[in-house]
């Protein structure tokens, strides 16, 4: 089963840490969380996440696809820990997927994965003209190569599925919408 790592920062943004978790365990891919220090989360909302493990403690280990959920101040937590730089730079080196959404995909654009890329982000979470070299959208979900970007917390749903799908497959992606009823 594919492997995926997601970091929990101070501040992230519970709805879509959650979101993102529950969704791809539904989907039976191995999900690792993991907290870039060794205290209960403390997520925008007031509410405590407990990460599986700490950073540090997988930081050697190949993940198939690495995902930041946003918040504001959970991104610049990411963005500030040269761990996740350094992951993000590896991921990308070796070909495999990073995600990011809401104020997350700022980590990419720090850690220069964004450049000549399309992308996605929360309104008012970057500045475009920092980032010349990235074509920021308004879509929900934006696919380019193996970096995938979300707007926010609205869309994570939607992020969680197309992550799957990049993974499993459609058929994956299928019966895990199925399952949440989404539509009739």
Known sequence: MPSVLVPLAQGCEELEAVTIIDLLRRAAL???TAGLDNRPVTASRGTLLVAD???EDVVERPFD????PG????ADHLAEDP????????????????AAICAAPKVLARAGLLDGRSATVYPGAVDP???PKVEFTDAAVVVD?????SRGPGTAMDFALQLIELLLGRESRDQVERGLARTL
Do not use: K, N, W
């Open 71 to 74: 918040g504001l101040s959970g």
């Open 129 to 131: 003209a920092a980032y």
């Open 30 to 32: 191995d999900v690792v």
């Open 65 to 68: 696809m690495i995902v930041l």
């Open 53 to 55: 493990t700490r950073l």
């Open 83 to 98: 761990r996740i730089i350094a992951l993000l730079r590896s991921q990308y080196a070796a070909g495999r997927f990073t």
């Open 145 to 149: 190569g193996t970096i995938v970007t």
